[in-house]
């Protein structure tokens, strides 16, 4: 199906920092500031190395007080919202046609524990109603619809590593349908005490603070991440596209469906240093042009949002950003030109799942 | 807005409390039955026992999946078989699957918190079913459907919305068939949840009702086979319903509660009217969320009264108690089935009309006749979505 989507803004939050400059800054020196996440086990006291992220700045855009009872998971959400609408110049205008989806792989993970936690340190009778109502996956799509007065459509999805690209799907059919005049479109997931505990557990060894690898598809190097990525989408209609455009966006499975991939494109793939997922990407390895910036911004399963955002960031300044991670064939360590290729982010899930979403200035 | 060319439905498959099969649920609709009762899936430590009503799930408990997919699992089979397809027909097709849900797309589980917060490593089993559960992939997985998969967890709206996605993804030529629909379980989680909102109520369900104090949950899996007209011409398959137009909207208003005067709900009307081509003296009927909350049936109740006064309406969750994400799905298939037969059931739960609200349910079964009817869902966050669904040519 081909599309012509104009990516019209960017609002981005991670471990790199906040906003565009932040993630551009990133990109060019190839580094982002890593945190420990502590958290509690069976054991004692535990820490992971993670990319964590700082909502600091959603003070500018909400007052502290109506914050009071929004968790992370959804103030990332609508940092990420807000952001995305103030660079692509939608902060003051009418959002009654604005449409709002959001992809998580996990949901509130942090309230839905409290929610879990309050049953079992008080009893049935003593559950959460604060938590329970902030569990729900769509959460955040509600908190930034409420805050934005935006009336339009608003869809969550949860596929875990596919939601971004199942997801991006639905943002472009409504722009296609003409439901909407503009789609607010992220991805966000966070980390939390149960997060840590099961990588700890299902990973095992993993604690030690080493440089991600994700090209290097035989060695478990991933860390994990949380953050928000948001796009402000438009139809392109032959309109200027300073980020450029999605034009293609497939979801499939191997076994028995075609992965489309143009022969010049340049590939960021959504390897995250994730060994049993290396696999996947190992067919790819030989491609002209490839890079993953994974190691900006950690694993997590809505990555392709971040991916999508890096690709859009280079459409703006034409040309691709260093690779993090080097690789054999990926790209240098220096910009290269775009040189009017087109980008594709490629992401690999669970038994063969995949999904693509090609980009073109 | 664009007009929507109509998507057809060649197959239904339900599976809650009011049957294990869709004929079995419509002759319990029909005859005015229910069945709510106290959980018997798990345990609760309240002092009340609010009823709940448990699907027929006659499949043996798998340590793989959570019952959420099995619950999908079979509502799919059925749908299929009564398109007419096999999994091994459908190889080579372009089949996407579109699920709403809440509870399928769950990434804790309370055992293994229990566990963990007794100090103890619990075991990783309950982490791996979930991993391996969220509802779409197992449909995938089970049939071998190599399309587009999306799970939709937009809470109580998720199968409606599900439905009007799948339906798009035909309309683009994305697929040649999507299984398309909701499923939900029952659990402790939402049973907690739900009471801790104090939404609950702790005798049968009573939609529209002067007297209605909450919901009772439910649980099961309703799923619709859409199907592209190309696929449909190569077999000359009739179809046994239209998806016809589909519309939502934000409320923008609160997390929990919906708008009071239901802006979004209308919204959400005039887009799936307006993209059916179709007007508000068409419709045969509405099959109305009506969860039994005095704030939900208030504000449906005067939104039904303003924009389609003469449209008799119901709710069929005095017969399945909300199954949340599933509800859409499953109402979407009461919805087709109702107008095959040409009536409606009563609007079980209802007795005596409540004056603050300006437009009361069916109260026996009731002829209809027209050739469209609607099916709409409200939603924690705010969401409100329609479907404007057509009688089949059979």
Redesign the interface.
Known sequence: ?KLDIAISGIGVVGGFGCGRQALASALRSGKSPRSKASFM??DGPAELPAYLADTAQLERFVPKRELRRIDHFSRMAMLGSFLALEDGGMLDADRSRLG?VIA?G??A?RT??S???S???G???L???TH????????A???T??L?????????????E?SVP??L??AC?WL????VDAVLFGGVDECGE?LH??WQ??IPGTGADQPMCPLDFEHQSAVAGEGAAFLLLTRAAGAAAPYGRICQVQ???????ALELPGDAVLFLGADGHRECGAAYREFSGAASLSAYTPLYGSLPVGPAFDLAVAALSCREDQLFPAPCGGSRSLGTQPEALAGRSICCLKFG??G?FGLIRVEK | MMRHLPVAVTGLGCLCAAGATLPDCMATLFAGRRQPKAPTLFTTGHAVTYPVFEAPLAEPESAELLRTSRLALVAAAEALADAGWTADALRGRRVGVCLGTTVGSTTSDEGFCRELRAGRHPDLAPMKRILKSNPARSLAREFGFSGPCQTIVNACSSGTDAVGQGAAWIRAGLCDLVLAGGADELGRVTYNGFTSLMITDESPVKPFDKNRRGLNLGEGAGILVLESEALRRERSKAACGFVLGYGSACDAHHLTAPHPEGLGLKRALAEALQCSGLTADELAFVNAHGTGTPDNDRVESRVLSEVLPQVPFLSTKGYTGHTLGAAGGIEAVFTLACLEQGRIPANVGFSEPDPELPATPVREVTAVSGQAALSESLAFGGNNAVLVLGKGES
């Open positions: 199906m086990t069976p709002v998580t996990y949901g993970t839905t524990f929610f879990l936690d049953v079992i340190s009893g049935d009778a559950a959460s109603p329970f109502s902030s569990s729900v996956h769509n959460a799509a509600a908190h619809s409420i934005l007065k935006a009336t339009g459509p608003s869809l969550t999805v949860s596929q875990f596919m199942s997801a799907l639905t059919l296609e349908e003409e439901r149960l505990y099961c557990r299902f979801q499939g499975n191997v076994v028995g469906g669970t038994e799942d």
